[in-house]
């Protein structure tokens, strides 16, 4: 099935484009969606991580829907 990733901030710059569109397996987890996407972006290994699936924070349990939308982004610190 097919799922939109966009990447933001410092993840976009690390993979060179701000969205792609990937095939994930079937009743996949969050979490192993998004440890495909970092094995194809291992300089993505390089960043603190933060994870959304339908613009929520996702904690990796969540089921992945066709047409879902995650997203990749590194940790905002400001004040």
């Known amino acids: 099935m ?3 990733v966009l990447f933001f901030g410092a993840t976009a710059d690390a993979t060179g484009t701000r969205e792609i569109e990937v ?4 009743e996949i987890r969050a ?3 998004f440890g495909e ?7 993505l290994e390089n960043h603190s991580l ?4 339908n613009q929520e924070y996702a904690s990796g349990a969540e089921i992945i829907q066709n ?13």
């Open 50 to 53: 933060l994870f959304a699936v």
């Open 2 to 4: 097919k799922v939109q």
């Open 67 to 79: 047409g879902d939308e995650l997203a990749v982004f590194t940790h905002v610190s400001g004040g």
């Open 23 to 26: 095939d994930v397996a079937d």
């Open 31 to 33: 979490e192993n969606a």
């Open 37 to 43: 996407i970092v094995g194809k972006y291992p300089q």
